[in-house]
């Protein structure tokens, strides 16, 4: 397909549990971001990719959550030890350029992955 | 703290009625300005954006906004709205921080039209 896709749409985990999202962006495009949207909030920027190098980590809340994405395309999530304030819808952006004020660089959104801690 | 802040978050009109959802952020220097909408069941999207030059920008299916400095505003516009504008509406900013730029989303505006 040409749009970001992201697996599973849904996952249901156990407090305590390890769950590894996936995000496949647009071929082609060189950044990739990481967003949590919780019920009522809106989108929490969590880190962002140009390449396979993560040059923004600052969103990721806790020590339990770490991403990687290699060969410039596919990026994974993980959140160890999953909590129940986990709970949220994941989302998946990418962009053709990294952002850069005044360029156009336009975050494509994928369809996002629920996560229900129970 | 810095944020951007959407300030309704349901909105209820009817066809034909005009529409304005505010939205403020507080960060200051060069910004650039995004509206995304979401439609129910589908992905966000891009609506429109500034990032220089004329502040009253058009974007798709009628919509528009105006970029106030003075006022850090960037408020989403439409002169009529209709059942299929029913989504949920996310104003962004991207901003230069630590580690490089940022896009920083809004709380998000549920707008649901009557028909």
């Known amino acids: 397909g040409a749009g970001v896709s992201q697996s599973p749409s849904n996952k249901v985990t156990e407090k305590g549990k390890d769950v590894e999202l996936r995000c496949d962006p647009i071929s082609g495009h060189t950044a990739l971001y990481w967003y949590r949207q919780s019920l009522g909030q809106g989108l929490e920027f969590l880190i962002y990719f140009q390449g396979n190098s993560a040059p923004d980590k600052s969103g990721l809340p806790s020590d339990r959550f770490s991403a990687e994405r290699t060969g410039g395309s596919v990026s994974t999530l993980t959140i160890q030890r999953t909590q129940q304030e986990d709970s949220a819808v994941y989302l998946c952006?990418?962009?053709?350029?990294?952002?850069?004020?005044?360029?156009?660089?336009?975050?494509?959104f994928g369809p996002g992955t629920r996560l229900t801690v129970l | 703290a810095q944020s951007v802040s959407q300030h309704n978050h349901h909105v209820i009109l009817s066809e034909a009625a005009s529409l304005e959802l505010g939205c403020n952020y507080s960060?200051?220097?060069?910004?650039?300005l995004f509206w995304y909408v979401q439609y129910p069941g589908q992905h966000l999207q891009l609506l429109l954006k500034y990032f220089s030059g004329d502040p009253l920008v058009k974007g798709i299916k009628g919509f528009e906004a105006e970029f106030i400095k003075s006022k850090f505003s960037f408020n989403l516009r439409k002169p009529s709205v209709q059942w299929s504008d029913t989504a949920e509406y996310f104003c962004?900013?991207?901003?230069w921080g630590t580690g490089g730029f940022k896009t920083i989303f809004g709380a998000g505006t549920r707008l649901f039209v009557k028909a």
């Open positions: 952006a990418s962009s053709l350029a990294a952002p850069g004020l005044g360029r156009d660089n336009e975050q494509f």
């Open positions: 962004a900013v991207r901003k």
């Open positions: 960060y200051g220097g060069t910004v650039n």
